[in-house]
Nanobody, 117 residues
Framework: QVQLAESGGGLVQPGGSLRLSCAGS????????MGWYRQAPGKQRELVAT???????NYADSVKGRFTISRDNGKNTVYLQMNSLKPEDRAVYYC???????????WGQGTQVTVSS
């Protein structure tokens, strides 16, 4: 079993920055692909960014150039650096650890990000 705990959310003004963290426990995340997802009120959960075990990275078009995903296997943690935040980035942000070919996935409980003046 993998437990994931997100942190770093909060209230920030438009144009500001936040850094989300997703700390894993129970197992090392080294062999897992990791993803950040978000769900805004009344909307479906959507992909924000992913990073494979080999550090191949993918971003949603809406966050390219503003968000950066990274992982520190030594700390068993994945990060999402969010810059130039916009009101439409407001959502609950979730991290996921997964191994697609095994059909395994684990989710964190989410952290709220609010972008407002």
């Amino acid at each position: 079993q993998v437990q994931l705990a997100e942190s770093g959310g909060g209230l920030v003004q438009p144009g500001g920055s936040l850094r989300l963290s997703c700390a894993g426990s129970g197992r090392a995340l080294t062999n897992y692909a990791m993803g950040w997802y978000r769900q805004a009120p009344g909307k479906q959960r959507e992909l924000v960014a992913t990073i494979t075990s080999g550090s191949t990275i993918n971003y949603a078009d809406s966050v390219k150039g503003r968000f950066t995903i990274s992982r520190d296997n030594g700390k068993n943690t994945v990060y999402l650096q969010m810059n130039s935040l916009k009101p439409e980035d407001r959502a609950v942000y979730y991290c996921k650890a997964y191994i697609t070919w095994l059909g395994v996935e684990y989710w964190g409980q989410g952290t709220q990000v609010t972008v407002s003046s």
